[in-house]
């Protein structure tokens, strides 16, 4: 029946919503509807030719029923139109979810885009879930860019570089730092993983890993996120 | 959205705790301790021995470096708050009168202040649980009363109308647009369906 891939789509889009991260674009089933759009619109137009026929003649039984055929082949193309929608608008808001988030994407194809921190090393892909990710469920925090079509990495990097247009108006304030309000000024660190050499106004520490830190908060906010340190509490 | 999906909409409770953290406190400095101007508020001239009002936030801080002792509010005891459970075993139809933010405020103070409090620490604690559990089973009664048009939460606290808000909200919505649809008996029954439809949010 009409309709039936865009349907199986949908169920997918459904499963992954709340997956934390993307999984891979569906690009058969995608194909397989936008085909059967094309074919519905062939028909759509025959219709339209037929009723053009029809009109000059009595014969107003067949031209009902025509009429209604044609609603029908138009409201499957509208549906089929919606479900692709409704599936790349679930992508798309997954994307700028985690770009807001402020984590590199897993690299595992040759287009890789890693941010700017003060630390000497890129981030590899590792599967550690960072600290602040932790209590954010039904969110996505990781990415993998293989996982998106050509289109959808575009937009991933646009949106990155308005992101960071947009927090260029704002020098001084993290606006994508932690969401959680804040309680301590100066916290306890404890260095997860090697990083390399870390300045603050308190002058620069190195990170080793296990080795523990009594810092302002602020200063170091940017590693937490990135999962250099982890909060004592 | 920007926003992860469990901030939209509600709280969590460690921005309660941060909202509760605005308000003001009295305080006993033990040193004296010149004006700041800060952006929010001035911390007026703290003089020794002299009680001030000043953010929880601030006297918290000071706390922490023993800088000064909090004069705890004058809900905080036990003979009060036991008044106050009376009252909710005394009318089961109501909440009995308590401050906005009485849970944050006494958890902040048990945790942070508790040398400061006039009655012992595991009484304070025992009554509050009391009376968190004896609220609690009365808002889930309330629950019943749930209807299309309103809900009337006098003398609940923000934590507890946070806790029920995920519920309710969804609930009183559904029950809305069910009853507009028994509502609309016009023409455009089925236009009215149609929009109903795309208004739906998704919490299946």
């Known amino acids: 029946m009409f309709g039936d891939t865009a349907n199986k789509l949908i169920l997918d889009g459904k499963r992954s919503s709340n997956l934390s991260n993307i999984p891979i674009y569906q690009s058969d089933l995608v194909k397989s509807i936008v085909r059967e759009t094309n074919d519905l619109n062939k028909d759509a137009e025959y219709l339209i030719e037929e009723q053009e026929q029809l009109q000059g003649t009595q014969d107003q039984e067949n031209s009902k029923i025509n009429q209604c055929q044609l609603f029908v082949t138009h409201l499957s193309m509208r549906r089929n139109k919606r479900c692709l929608l409704a599936y790349e608008?679930?992508?798309a808001d997954k994307i700028t979810e985690f770009c807001w988030l402020n984590i590199d994407p897993i690299e595992t194809s040759t287009s890789s885009s890693s941010t700017n921190t003060n630390v000497n090393q890129s981030?590899?892909?590792?599967?550690?879930?960072?600290?602040?990710?932790?209590?954010?469920?039904?969110?996505?925090?990781?990415?993998?860019?293989?996982?998106?079509?050509h289109f959808e990495q575009d937009f991933f990097k646009q949106y990155q570089d308005l992101i960071m247009e947009f927090k260029s108006s704002f020098e001084d304030i993290d606006l994508s730092?932690?969401?959680?309000?804040?309680?301590?000024?100066?916290?306890?660190v404890r260095v997860l993983k090697d990083g390399g050499e870390v300045t603050t106004e308190y002058g620069s520490f190195n990170l080793i890993k296990d080795s523990q830190?009594?810092?302002r908060k602020s200063d170091v906010e940017r590693l937490i996120q990135q999962g250099y340190l982890e909060e004592i509490i | 959205m920007v926003l992860p999906k469990n901030l939209q909409g509600n709280l969590m409770p460690s921005e309660i705790t941060f909202l509760a953290e605005n308000e003001l406190i009295t305080i006993l400095p033990r040193y004296s301790i010149k004006k700041i101007d800060l952006i929010g508020t001035s911390i007026p001239n703290l003089r020794a021995m002299r009680r001030e009002l000043v953010p929880l936030w601030v006297a918290l801080i000071l706390k922490s470096?023993?800088?000064?002792?909090?004069?705890p509010p004058k809900w905080l005891t036990v003979?009060?708050?036991?008044?106050?459970?009376?009252?909710?075993?005394?009318?089961?139809?109501?909440?009995?009168?308590?401050?906005?933010?009485?849970?944050?405020?006494?958890?902040?103070?048990?945790?942070?202040?508790?040398?400061d409090l006039s009655d012992p620490v595991d009484q304070l604690r025992t009554v509050i649980q009391d009376l968190?559990?004896?609220?609690?089973?009365?808002?889930?009664?309330?629950l019943k009363e749930l209807n299309e048009s309103n809900i009337q939460l006098n003398g609940l606290s923000l934590l507890?109308?946070?806790?029920?808000?995920?519920f309710v909200i969804p609930v009183m919505n559904k029950l809305r647009q069910l009853y507009e649809t028994t509502q609309n008996n016009t023409v455009n029954t089925g236009d009215q369906e149609m929009e109903d439809a795309s208004d739906d949010d998704d919490d299946a």
Request: aromatic share 8%; glycine share 2%; hydrophobic share 35%.
């Open chain 1, 89 to 91: 608008k679930l992508r």
């Open chain 1, 123 to 149: 981030a590899n892909s590792n599967n550690a879930v960072n600290p602040l990710t932790k209590n954010l469920n039904n969110y996505t925090t990781s990415l993998d860019l293989n996982n998106l079509n």
């Open chain 1, 177 to 188: 730092g932690d969401l959680n309000p804040p309680t301590n000024i100066f916290i306890d």
């Open chain 1, 213 to 215: 830190f009594f810092v």
């Open chain 2, 65 to 71: 470096q023993d800088k000064c002792n909090i004069v």
């Open chain 2, 79 to 115: 003979a009060y708050l036991k008044e106050r459970y009376d009252d909710e075993i005394r009318k089961p139809l109501q909440f009995s009168d308590l401050p906005w933010n009485w849970l944050e405020l006494s958890k902040i103070l048990l945790e942070k202040a508790p040398d």
């Open chain 2, 132 to 142: 968190r559990e004896t609220r609690l089973v009365k808002s889930k009664k309330g």
């Open chain 2, 160 to 166: 507890e109308i946070n806790e029920l808000r995920p």
